[in-house]
């Protein structure tokens, strides 16, 4: 079992800058990519960036040149630096970890509870 947990949401002003944190926990396989989703009332949940065990990083174009994603795979745990933070970005921020236990295996999604990020003044 594979257990996920947001953390570092909150309310800021536009223009500021909040880090997620995504800690992970369990039987994590070596291959597997980590990712960072958002979700308003009314839309379906988007893509924001995501990172795969061995570093290729994938940005949306809406986040690119503010948000930074990284990773630290001996502590199992992804962040999100998010900076010159918009209104717009106002969103629940999930995390998501991918896994494939076998070669030529299913992918396996695992997501968290999510945590809430408000921009605004």
């Known amino acids: 079992q594979v257990r996920v947990v947001e953390s570092g949401g909150g309310l800021v002003q536009p223009g500021g800058s909040l880090t997620l944190t995504c800690a992970t926990s369990g039987n994590i396989a070596i291959v597997n990519v980590m990712g960072w989703y958002r979700q308003t009332p009314g839309k379906e949940r988007e893509a924001v960036a995501n990172i795969t065990a061995a570093g290729g990083i994938k940005y949306e174009d809406f986040v690119k040149g503010r948000f930074t994603i990284s990773r630290d795979n001996a502590k199992k745990t992804m962040y999100l630096q998010m900076n010159s933070l918009k209104p717009e970005d106002t969103a629940v921020y999930y995390c998501?970890?991918?896994?494939?236990?076998?070669?030529?295996?299913?992918?396996?999604?695992?997501w968290g509870q999510g945590t809430q990020v408000t921009v605004s003044s």
């Open positions: 998501n970890i991918r896994v494939r236990y076998r070669s030529g295996g299913p992918w396996i999604d695992y």
